[in-house]
């Protein structure tokens, strides 16, 4: 961290391309409606889940004398006036929609930026299913809830109180943890909504039960109710050369920084992420870790890392694996370890993939690999449709392709399918 740019940053950005960090699944929406990041290779329904009103800013500051005297409570809940209770509105109510089994949550953490919505694209391939467009993406099987949206304050009253959006002070956990629980339990909620395009708090919106829930953000794991609803919880764990690599080319790129503002912007993060994001990754089922390659970047070690006893669907190997024809030597391998108190296997890539012989390579993993649930040569179909995503030359979109179907296989248990 406390390297210079100069040393960081020419082998960390070109690490950057393999990471599929870099594929954002971002819906082609209505314009002005704000994205979840999700962009798939096909089309959607115009049909899309609408705020409660208009994108305005209520102004109001917390804590503040003014916010104070227009908040109110619930069911012993407090709605703070920052997120923009329309009159009268509860934030947990009956649901219109019935469900055969209680919904499937699923969790998963990571600093911004960190490939959540890549992932989020296999999942919805192992699932079988799409989502529409919209604020929050909602599909006939499957629910996005981004938790920016419970951010107390707006981007303009985290400046007035200096407070990042990491920092717990500036969500509203108490909220979170008993919506998600009203969820789980078959009921709607009255949803807060954080626009990311204006930075404002746009008035809620009415979400119904659905069959799986990913809820992801900054912060799944981090407050105990809401991660007592988790049925699975991923922590997505990127060591700081690749991300601050990855973040740099994002910012200068799209959002036409210079290089020295990023790196401030990054160093100012730190200490909130260290406190209140990175410490989630030892309550996680399952991490997927970003490393360095053993043999330098560009290339780069991915691991599962499987808690024992837990309740993801363990894979382990047969033997330890060096891919045929392999231009980096990719190998294969898995061994025991302590992770942060939790005895854990891992499942480690090393180096890539041969894309003008993947199929055959990947066959060659999918052999090689035991507990993994569905048809045959599911793993090596699920690589090839996304064969063009950032990432799918490493252990990012293979691992990830596995955790999906890992979801999938959850999903089966607990619904009795």
Known sequence: MGRSRAILLPSALAAVATLGLLGKLAFVGTPGTPSLGLRTSHSYSSVALQSGGNSVPTGLVYPSPEEKAKTREADGIT???THAWADGMQPIVPATRKLDSAPVMIGVAADSGCGKSTFLRRVLGALGTDVAPGHTAVGDMLTVICLDDYHINDRAGRKATGQSALDARENDFKLMGA??????????????IYNHDTGFKDPPELIEPNKVFVVEGLHPIYDTKARSQLDLSLYIDIVNEVKFAWKVQRDVAERGWTEEQVQADIQ???????????????DADVILR??????GLPYLKV?????????????????????TGSKSGATLKQYDMDWMGSPATVVEMDGEIDMENMEKQVEEIEANIVGLTGRPNELRDAMVKLKTSPGSQNGTGLLQAVIAMKIREVYDKLTGR
């Open 179 to 192: 919506q998600i629980e009203a969820l789980k339990k078959g009921m709607a909620i009255n949803k807060p």
């Open 290 to 295: 970003y490393e360095p390659s053993d043999q």
């Open 79 to 81: 709605l703070f006036s």
């Open 303 to 323: 691991k599962l890392i499987q808690k024992k006893g837990g309740p993801f669907p363990m894979i382990t190997l047969k033997k330890e694996l060096t891919l």
């Open 268 to 282: 100012k993060r730190l200490p909130d992420f260290a406190a209140y994001v990175d410490p989630q990754k030892a």
